[in-house]
């Protein structure tokens, strides 16, 4: 049975890699992450693989900064088909996965102290609901996925110093507008990275350049945007405050992501 094949050009990663990826701290740790998006299947698909709520359906660690070891855990994401699997059985569509990397590292320390605070609750409700002579089920199912709590409580420790991601969800013809924000980074010295994906353009902004009110820059794109489709839904330019971005490299609803340009100050 033929793997998902989710890393389509490692040279691609390496650039990306060598450029944006920070040195980790000793109690820090990468945060890599698989999504099914329903956006990228046809209507006759969605209705036949009934994908459901699939976000963030595998999620995995990296311990140290190597090349070698982020390449291995991607690699560990293309299992056999029959792994990933809908709510009806059926695979779920290559096409439809997308590979996040959290652009800034975890913290365990801080994963482990929301953790913790969650276990406590979970014992505190065992406890009163064995005062009470109730049905624990429900608090051990939930206990059950202690593994998947630990997980998301690492995808919300991100230690938030090195990246910020400017998300521009747009035409993708529309470049132009994202230049106007790239222009103001330059005139500020703030160096940036813009990483082509199938739904727009994320510009990743160095933190420690950062000198001056960057939201005054992205308001003029949203104006220019406003102004390019006046009554329309034409998409949105935020401050992506999760911080996960499609991975260079890999496959994004059967685009392959990129690093589009780069610049950093003298």
């Known amino acids: 049975m033929a793997n998902y094949n989710l890393l389509y050009a490692p040279d691609e990663l390496k650039r990306f890699y060598d450029m944006c990826v920070p040195d980790l701290e000793a109690d820090q740790?990468?945060?890599l992450s698989l999504s099914a998006?329903?956006?990228?299947l046809t209507e006759q698909e969605r209705k036949d693989l009934d994908l459901g709520r699939t976000e963030m359906f595998s999620k995995r660690?990296?311990?140290e900064k190597s090349f070698e070891r982020f390449t291995r855990t991607l690699r560990q994401f293309e299992v056999n088909k029959g792994g990933y699997l809908t709510s009806n059985g059926s695979n779920i569509p290559e096409k439809a996965i997308v590979v996040y990397f959290n652009i800034n590292p975890s913290s365990t320390?801080?994963?482990?102290?929301?953790f913790n605070n969650k276990v406590a609750e979970y014992q505190m409700e065992l406890a009163q609901k064995a005062l009470k002579k109730s049905d624990?089920?429900?608090t051990l199912k939930r206990m059950n996925k202690l593994d998947v709590l630990l997980?998301?409580?690492y995808q919300r420790a991100q230690n938030k110093q090195h990246w910020m991601d400017i998300?521009?969800?747009i035409t993708k013809d529309r470049y132009d507008i994202v230049q106007m924000l790239l222009k103001d980074l330059k005139e500020q010295k703030v160096g940036y990275v813009v990483v082509d994906t199938k739904s727009g353009y994320h510009v990743l902004l160095n933190r420690k350049d950062l000198n001056y009110n960057f939201n005054q820059s992205i308001s003029k794109c949203v104006e220019e945007a406003d102004k390019s489709w006046p009554d329309q839904n034409w998409g949105e330019i935020v401050n992506n405050?999760?911080?996960m971005c499609p991975l260079c490299g890999c496959l994004q609803g059967g685009y392959l992501v990129t690093m589009k340009e780069a610049w950093k100050p003298e």
């Open 151 to 153: 997980m998301s409580c």
């Open 136 to 138: 624990p089920s429900d």
């Open 37 to 40: 998006r329903n956006k990228y």
């Open 241 to 243: 405050k999760n911080a």
């Open 61 to 63: 660690l990296i311990r």
């Open 29 to 31: 740790v990468f945060f």
């Open 167 to 169: 998300d521009f969800d």
């Open 109 to 114: 320390l801080t994963a482990l102290q929301e």
